[in-house]
């Protein structure tokens, strides 16, 4: 089936303006960025106030408290999308770095060099900020952007949207260099993923449901985002201060997120009295523990929930935690082998053998030795702005940045070489 009018209409303007995008010197790129930082702060009230309409909208309708959460822009977080803007502008522009070259025998010199993608089409839920990290990542990197946004964020996405394509015509490129899409209705998202021709690559970010519905309808090319059933083991041989410190952040920082710890795994060798005193420091935190019953009252746990195959397979995004005991390593990698999405493991630990048998053999995007998972983040990687965390092996793995943005050509150059 081929897209609808209003879409392909849309994709060929971003096609055009992908044309012009990918020669776009670094210095003109780095200027829209910057201005681009200083509208989003100049304009906070009109942000705030299509945000305020969408969050009132979302609480009418029975959000909980980690949905609404994510949907939020306070201005310390419109402060935090300007500041990553400035980021992207000071990272080095990818476009036409040589990744690999040589010259062959015969003179011929060879250079494989990144080029940008083209149309990247970005479906996501709710995290308004998501326009903004897209619309900074894809214009530094050469790429025209087609969004589309949740109808819950639609207003403030609207608005986001105006002040960025505001800010490009103001400094001579076109407005199609970033869009938004409708999203009264799906068909929207089923029109993008399927505009082949149109569109060189989508990336869905939100849910579980949300990327298995892309990805499985898709004739685009995806970059498949995963969720984060992140899992963070302590082995006997940890500190156990700093385990908890370290489990604490990863599942109480901020728990709308999909670098959030989910699951707990504690070595059977630990002591009774370390696992109880792990617990207690969850449920002290007010964080809710699932798990089997019995197994963790028999070390003295209380207010146990029963969990069941949806606790060790999903996605909490809320003050609820998984706790299972497991043998050592082998334990702790074979029950992340069966439940895990991929995304990011820890492990605390001080003995060697446990830190590199864990940093081996478990297959995530990302593996935090001695560190809260809440770390695998594009800022903290230093990589200003970030799509999302890919799980998926080809192409990009773990924070989508600037380099993952791009794909290579070879340009070779020759003095009139024929081939024999």
């Given at each position: 089936m081929n897209a609808p009018t209003d879409v392909v209409a849309m994709a060929k303007a971003a096609k055009g303006a992908a044309v012009h995008l990918a020669t776009l010197p670094a210095p003109v790129k780095n200027a829209v960025l910057v201005a681009a930082a200083e509208a989003?702060?100049?304009?906070?009230?009109?942000?705030?106030?299509?945000?305020?309409?969408d969050l009132e909208?979302?609480?009418a309708a029975g959000w909980?408290?980690?949905?609404?959460?994510?949907?939020?822009?306070?201005?310390?977080?419109?402060?935090?999308?300007?500041?990553?803007?400035?980021?992207?502008?000071?990272?080095?522009?990818?476009?036409?770095?040589?990744?690999?070259?040589?010259t062959l025998d015969n003179g011929l010199v060879m250079r494989?060099?990144?080029?940008?993608?083209?149309?990247?089409?970005?479906?996501?839920?709710?995290?308004?900020?998501?326009t903004v990290d897209v619309f900074g990542l894809t214009l530094k990197s050469g790429n025209a952007a087609l969004l589309r946004g949740s109808k819950s964020a639609r207003q403030t996405n609207e608005v986001l949207t105006g002040i960025l394509q505001d800010v490009v015509e103001a400094h001579g490129l076109p407005r199609q260099t970033v869009q938004l899409l409708g999203c009264e209705t799906h068909e929207t998202v089923r029109d993008l993923v399927t505009a082949r021709g149109f569109v060189d690559v989508?990336?869905?970010r939100g849910s579980a449901r949300l990327i298995d519905a892309v990805v499985s309808s898709a004739t685009v090319p995806t970059i498949e985002t995963g969720t984060g059933n992140c899992h963070f083991y302590i082995d006997a041989s940890a500190s156990l201060d700093s385990a908890i410190a370290m489990l604490l952040n990863g599942k109480t920082r901020r728990v709308s997120v999909c670098n959030a710890t989910e699951t707990a795994l504690l070595d059977a060798a630990l002591p009774d009295p370390d696992k109880l005193r792990i617990v207690e420091a969850l449920q002290g935190a007010g964080v809710a523990v699932h798990g089997d019953v019995d197994k963790l009252s028999a070390f003295g746990a209380r207010d146990v929930i029963a969990a069941d195959e949806a606790d060790w397979a999903g996605e909490y995004?809320?003050?609820?935690?998984?706790?299972?005991?497991?043998?050592?390593?082998?334990?702790?990698v074979e029950h992340i082998a069966r439940w895990s999405t991929g995304h990011t493991e820890a492990i605390a630990a001080r003995d060697a053998f446990a830190l590199r048998e864990f940093a081996q053999r478990v297959d995530s995007a990302a593996v935090m030795l001695n560190a809260s998972t809440a770390f695998t983040d594009g800022e903290q990687f230093g990589m200003g702005a970030e799509i999302g965390i890919s799980t998926q092996k080809l192409h990009a793995r773990g924070p989508l940045g600037l380099p993952e943005l791009t794909s290579t050509k070879w340009i070779l150059e020759g003095t009139g070489q024929t081939r024999p």
């Open positions: 989003l702060i100049s304009h906070s009230d009109d942000i705030e106030r299509a945000n305020d309409a909208a979302a609480r909980n408290h980690a949905l609404l959460d994510r949907l939020s822009l306070t201005p310390a977080r419109i402060e935090s999308m300007a500041a990553g803007l400035r980021h992207v502008a000071d990272r080095e522009d990818p476009v036409g770095q040589i990744v690999r070259g040589r494989q060099v990144r080029v940008p993608l083209g149309v990247v089409g970005v479906v996501y839920e709710a995290r308004p900020n998501v989508v990336i869905p995004l809320s003050m609820d935690i998984a706790v299972a005991v497991v043998e050592g390593v082998d334990g702790a």
